[in-house]
């Protein structure tokens, strides 16, 4: 089974400080990996994805995160924290499309941006 | 434009009283999903379905039931709702299993 931990349920940065929301997940096989964002009152949009290749993954809105094997993580950072990137993260693990595969998603991590 | 399409928005029932809650996609995608997000629960996947007339279990089923006779559309069905079960609904969809999943607007259901 799989399964994603993100510790904590909130995050406070101050805008133009550094954002690191932290994933980490178990699979039993090489996952897909994604990290996934939620505006108020709207449903779940891609931020970005892992599935092979390259470990360093950009996505939008200047966010980007790294996949470590060897630590099983795939945090979520950006350099400078603006206003309107206040909202909830979920990271997400699925296990490469394979039968019966779903993505499972951890508890979520608000963001909030102070001025 | 592509999108995933859930009514209502709101809803607010009674114990007992039948209802359900559409969602269609219009992008040919061969996988949906509902998801009910509570607080300091994230979301948690109540059916899928891979394909037509192809469903199954997620992670907390009692209590709903799907279908899926066209491609398109994956209504989920609460035939006698519970308090418990008030909660923010998402449907989803996906090329396939596994793939980055395209989710609606959320409907937000509340049960007295």
């Known amino acids: 089974a799989q399964s994603v931990t993100q510790l904590g349920s909130h995050v406070s940065v101050s805008e133009g400080a550094l954002v690191l929301l932290r994933c980490n997940y178990s699979s039993s096989v090489p996952p897909y990996l994604f990290w996934y964002v939620q505006y108020p009152n709207q449903g779940l949009q891609l931020l970005l994805k892992y599935t092979t290749g390259a470990t360093l993954v950009k996505g939008i809105n200047g966010f980007e995160a790294e996949f470590k094997k060897s630590e099983t993580s795939f945090h979520l950072t950006k350099p400078s924290a603006h206003m309107s990137d206040a909202a909830e993260y979920f990271c997400a693990v699925s296990d490469r499309g394979g039968a019966n595969s779903k993505l499972t998603f951890g508890k979520g991590i608000t963001l909030s941006v102070r001025p | 434009e592509a999108q995933v399409t859930q009514n209502p928005r709101y809803l607010i029932t009674v114990t007992g009283k039948k209802l359900t809650v559409t969602c269609s996609q219009n992008?040919?995608?061969?996988?949906m999903s509902w998801y009910r997000q509570d607080p300091g629960l994230g979301l948690r996947q109540i059916y899928y379905?891979?394909?037509?007339?192809?469903?199954d279990k997620g992670d907390v089923p009692e209590g709903y039931k799907v279908s899926r006779k066209e491609k398109r559309n994956f209504p989920l069905i609460l035939e006698s709702p519970s308090p418990n079960q008030t909660s923010l609904y998402f449907c989803?969809?996906?090329?396939?299993?596994?793939?980055?999943?395209?989710f609606g607007n959320g409907t937000r259901l509340t049960v007295t």
């Open positions: 992008m040919n995608h061969e996988y």
């Open positions: 989803a969809s996906s090329f396939k299993g596994g793939s980055p999943l395209h």
């Open positions: 379905s891979m394909n037509v007339e192809v469903t």
